[in-house]
Antibody, heavy 118, light 106 residues
Framework: EVQLVESGGGVVQPGGSLRLSCAAS????????MHWVRQRPGKGLEWVSL????????HYVDSVKGRFTISRDNSKYSLHLEMNSLRTEDTALYYC???????????WGQGTPVTVSS | DIQMTQSPSSLSASVGDRVTITCRAS??????LNWYQQKPGKAPRLLIY???TLQSGVPSRFSGSESGTNFTLTIRNLQPEDFATYYC?????????FGPGTKVDI
């Protein structure tokens, strides 16, 4: 059974940093693209970033480019999102997702909350 | 960036109804369109990928279709557990944008 467990969320001041992690199990992590998707309180889903199976390709939504960095450690079955220069608008529940056929997100974690507030 | 729109933004329906949700892409995305269901306080769930392929374990009352840049999610014989918010997402290119969602309630 696929399991994705996010951690690392919390409360941080504007301009601060956080590092989110996602622990994967139940599948061959090294074979799959992985995603981060966020959801602001009471709002819809926003795709944030993806990383290819080998870490060689990454993409970001424009609003986080230059501030967030996605990475993975295939030996540890872990995905990360380094978030710097955080803004109040980055407040959201951050989901880790496993890539599926045709670029979809086939499995999701339960999310880790990030609150950016002074 | 590719913009995704959905209509309606919300709808009211009854058990047993047939429901149709439309998603439109701002440019061609071929068949790279996915549908997700999200219930309050829960993570999203993949329903359909590649416009019309049902994800494993998803009931056959869900179906998807495409016509150019217009995509449709249809739920036949709506069940109580189907009341949720539905999102489309394009996976043709990054950023992999989601639609704003359609809330289906009673």
């Amino acid at each position: 059974e696929v399991q994705l467990v996010e951690s690392g969320g919390g409360v941080v001041q504007p301009g601060g940093s956080l590092r989110l992690s996602c622990a994967a199990s139940g599948f061959s992590f090294e074979d799959y693209m992985m995603h981060w998707v966020r959801q602001r309180p009471g709002k819809g889903l926003e795709w944030v970033s993806l990383i290819s199976w080998d870490g060689g390709t990454t993409h970001y939504v424009d609003s986080v480019k230059g501030r967030f960095t996605i990475s993975r450690d295939n030996s540890k079955y872990s995905l990360h999102l380094e978030m710097n220069s955080l803004r109040t608008e980055d407040t959201a529940l951050y989901y880790c997702g496993k890539g599926h056929t045709s670029g979809s997100v086939g499995s999701w974690g339960q999310g880790t909350p990030v609150t950016v507030s002074s | 960036d590719i913009q995704m729109t959905q209509s309606p933004s919300s709808l009211s329906a009854s058990v047993g109804d047939r429901v149709t949700i439309t998603c439109r892409a701002s440019q061609s995305i071929s068949y790279f369109l996915n549908w997700y269901q999200q219930k309050p306080g829960k993570a999203p769930r993949l329903l359909i990928y590649a416009a019309s392929t049902l994800q494993s374990g998803v009931p056959s009352r869900f179906s998807g279709s495409e016509s150019g840049t217009n995509f449709t999610l249809t739920i036949r014989n709506l069940q109580p557990e189907d009341f949720a918010t539905y999102y489309c997402q394009q996976s043709y290119t990054a950023p992999r944008t989601f639609g704003p969602g359609t809330k289906v309630d009673i």
